[in-house]
């Protein structure tokens, strides 16, 4: 069984359009996160929830919104795409805080998505 | 805030050889977790090694162990008897030690092993 597992593994889709990619973890973490990874490999917080509430939101655009129907799911919608959205997005979770941080996260595949 | 430096780019080690890849931290948090890394070709991101900043001991996991100095705040991971399978990305990263921090990464070393 995929411990996290995102969706689509690949994205293309042309400027303007809308796409949502979709996170599950089986884990039962409490938190779940969104990295974006850019072309020169930096990885960068976007988002992080905990239990479904928003914990962190780092300094995104709008046009990006997170959204957590239960704490097992965490899916990233983007409206109106830039050719700067071009990255790959990872999901991840994580046990909760009061466990001491020892556990890092637990990382899905990641999402390639490409705007032309 | 949290910030990870990592200096080399891009590293190279023949096959059977140990190799060190350079990690150093900034944090005021007084606890705090580091971890390492790595992102083969096929990109997804491999746990390696967990330090805590008050582990008496340097972390060690297999071929991989983890040089902590805190006075000099670096958290240097060792590759020892380097595989050809070992060439990726390699990240370093910390958090504070409750998670009121996300994992803050570097900007990675590639590490090529050549046979």
């Known amino acids: 069984d995929t411990a996290v597992s995102q969706t689509p593994k690949y994205l293309v889709t042309q400027m303007g359009n809308d796409k949502s990619i979709k996170c599950e973890q089986n884990?039962?973490?409490?938190?779940m996160y969104w990295y974006k990874q850019d072309s020169k490999k930096f990885l960068k917080i976007m988002f992080s929830y905990n239990n479904k509430e928003l914990i962190i939101n780092e300094t995104v655009p709008n046009r990006f919104s997170p959204k957590s129907p239960d704490k097992a799911h965490l899916n990233l919608h983007i409206n109106s795409l830039e050719l700067g959205d071009s990255a790959v997005y990872f999901c991840?979770?994580?046990?909760?805080?009061?466990?001491?941080?020892?556990?890092?996260?637990?990382f899905g595949s990641g999402t390639r998505l490409t705007v032309v | 805030a949290q910030k990870i430096t990592q200096t080399q780019p891009g590293m190279f080690v023949q096959e059977k050889e140990a190799v060190t890849l350079d990690c150093t931290y900034d944090?005021?948090?007084?606890?705090?977790?580091l971890f390492w890394y790595k992102q083969p070709s096929s990109g997804e991101m491999i746990f390696l090694i967990y330090q805590g900043s008050y582990d008496q001991q340097n972390a060690t996991e297999g071929r991989y162990s983890l040089n902590f100095q805190k006075a000099r705040k670096s958290a240097n991971l060792v590759i020892s008897a380097s595989q050809l399978g070992d060439s990726a990305m390699y990240f370093c990263?910390?958090?504070?030690?409750?998670?009121?921090?996300?994992?803050?990464f570097g900007k990675g070393t590639r590490l090529s092993v050549i046979a």
């Open positions: 884990l039962g973490h409490d938190t």
């Open positions: 991840a979770s994580s046990q909760d805080a009061g466990v001491g941080g020892r556990y890092g996260y637990t």
């Open positions: 944090t005021s948090d007084p606890s705090y977790g």
């Open positions: 990263a910390m958090r504070d030690a409750w998670g009121n921090t996300p994992l803050v």
